[in-house]
């Protein structure tokens, strides 16, 4: 039996395009002795994976070259187990990779419940992309319920939660987003008062309509122009959560540095955010975003693609930014009949 | 009676040179009714009147143009009163700009006892420069006893005073300063723990052997590559309080961006600082400050020319680092023995 796995075919320059990966084949994993092997069903495809591949992401990484598999978080089930924790059939979130099984150790491992909430949220709202929002809009901005949160990226799982949150909390979302079909479902499915496409000429106009009294929290996915365009409407005494680069992800030479005078004109609070600080907040995160799941008041969109094969052709949408929601490639079923 | 006052020259153009100011004269002005003519003793010179000059300052102004006379608080006496509220022989401090007479109607005008504290400290330490260090230290950064404050421009008037409002409250203190001469004043006179030259070879090297466990404040003047480097000895979960952007006063197209990976690696917390919106905070600010100097515990420098004709050099040394302390310029005796 294979296992199938993405890799680069080349070396990373600019937005990425489907042929810069390559699928390749290799006999499948046998875990060794405290090992257990995963089946994966779906694969994350995340913007900062674009960094991790340059090795911009975290310091001390080197960037990915020909034959390298990109990392990613991976949600799937044991298939075969020589670790005493972790039995057959039993659901994990890992850092699996881009193929469709991986081992792991138990490390960076968690065990998921089928019941609390669909699989591949576990990924999404559920998964790093809700914590961040969670951290972004409970912890570091400790919303409030008169206050409007504006955030970029509002389609996406981060931007979407962070919207949500803050209305779960009484405070009205302003999205971003990169079209008038997103924009729609922001406002629509989501809830959000207001979406705004940044691709539309006249976007600053239209921003600013949309918040005549601007906002009083700002959540940055982004960086670069956008970030400056929301300073034009943060209120006097503002907060903003720097939390993602995705301007410069593709290529940081193109990037718009921040005039440091928007945040001192508007005695703005910036809090820097990374997101693996806040895993002492997951239970608390994860008991309020599963049940709002369930009962209908946390909503989520997912793009999927179909097959380890499509995994760079789907990245290079989101990285293009013509994702609608969460990106996931599909492995295989969420039950094979054995588990 | 002639009043001399400073104009410019010609339009400004990077770093000022003496050249780029002459001195004109005029009939010595008549207050109105309601106004009062003050006799300036102290004038004021600051960075922040380099990018005023540009227009740069506050949004909405114009830049000076030949002929224009730069704005600055100046320290003096009345004179001259038709003003109900201001007798002749009262001192106070107004923004007078670079002459040797000025009217006021009272409006951003404050009267100053000459017996809480020496006349040109209301200029310095006990005036704007000093409200904004407490601005900074006391309110934004709520600074504690257990802390290392790190400053850049620590012998100026904000930084001297952010390093020992630190102190005062039992926290530590390090500076940034543009000569050893400077260090030696910052440390020896000031009580810094340490002080490292940015012109020397291998300051990086030496602002981490100075903070081997970073820095939990780091108060912003300066922005571009100071900034950068402060970042690189910041704690975790640091402060940065943004205030200045003198590297870039002179000419913003050579300022260096901030680049937005620092603050999130960081994970800091950056704050804006705008001194006009501590003005409720000044009686709290004065009353512990005037204690301090006279009983020694607060120290300053200034760095004094002597007479109107001198404003152009002097400001012209301070926009390229060369005062050690606050730049004044003296222009009269405190008591003319009539008032």
């Known amino acids: 039996m294979l296992n199938h796995k993405v890799v680069l075919a080349r070396s ?8 810069d990966f390559r699928v390749v084949d290799e006999p499948l994993p046998e875990p060794g002795d405290g090992q257990f092997l995963v ?143 997103k924009c729609a479902i922001v406002t629509r499915e ?32 982004v960086g670069g122009q956008m970030l400056a365009d929301a300073f034009s409407v943060l209120k006097i005494n503002g907060t903003v959560i720097l939390c993602g680069l995705m301007e410069r992800y593709n290529d940081p030479a193109k990037s718009k540095p921040l005039d440091l005078a928007l945040p001192i004109l508007k005695r703005a609070v910036m809090k820097g955010l990374v997101v693996s600080d806040f895993e002492h907040r997951r239970p608390a995160f994860e008991a309020a975003v599963a049940a709002g799941i369930r009962d209908g008041r946390i909503r989520y969109r997912e793009d999927r693609a179909e097959g380890i094969g499509q995994a760079g052709a789907h990245f290079s949408r989101l990285m293009r930014g013509e994702n609608v929601g969460k990106a996931l490639v599909v492995l295989g079923p969420e039950t094979t009949g054995r588990a």
């Open 12 to 19: 990373l320059a600019g937005v990425p395009v489907p042929e």
């Open 39 to 181: 089946r994966h069903i779906y694969l994350s495809l995340d913007p900062y994976q674009r960094s991790a591949m340059a090795g911009r992401h975290m310091t001390g990484r080197q960037p990915l070259g020909p034959g390298d598999m990109p990392a990613a978080e991976t949600l799937g089930q044991v298939v075969r187990s020589r670790h005493p924790d972790y039995a057959e059939g039993q659901y994990v979130r890992h850092f699996g990779g881009w193929q469709e099984y991986g081992l792991s150790t138990g490390e960076r491992t968690e065990r998921v419940d089928p019941a609390l909430a669909p699989l591949s949220t576990w990924l999404g709202v559920l998964g790093m992309p809700g914590l961040t929002a969670w951290a972004s809009i409970i912890e570091l901005a400790g919303v409030h319920a008169d206050q409007t949160v504006l955030v970029s990226a509002a389609l996406g799982p981060v931007g979407s939660m962070v919207g949500q949150l803050a209305m779960l909390r009484g405070a009205e979302a302003v999205g971003i987003a990169g079209s008038d079909e």
């Open 190 to 221: 989501l809830g959000f008062r207001a979406c705004v496409n940044y691709r539309q000429k006249g976007f600053l106009e239209a921003l600013r309509a949309a918040l005549p009294e601007g906002a009083d929290i700002y959540h940055d996915n």
